[in-house]
């Protein structure tokens, strides 16, 4: 077992500044290409993550 229990954290493995700011990037090209919905969201998040290769 570890010794530094505090390592391991839910936290994304990403940096939360890196996280914020492709999010903010998606947000706006997904507001810029005109979608609205959850579904539409959800889809060029996946469609992002994919292109990305980030899981």
Known sequence: ??????????????????MTKRVAEIQKLAKD?????????ENEKRFFDQEWGED
């Open 33 to 41: 290409l005109g979608f609205s919905g959850p579904s539409d969201w």
């Open 1 to 18: 077992m570890e010794s530094k229990p505090h390592e391991h954290t839910d936290l994304p493995a990403d940096p939360p500044s890196d």
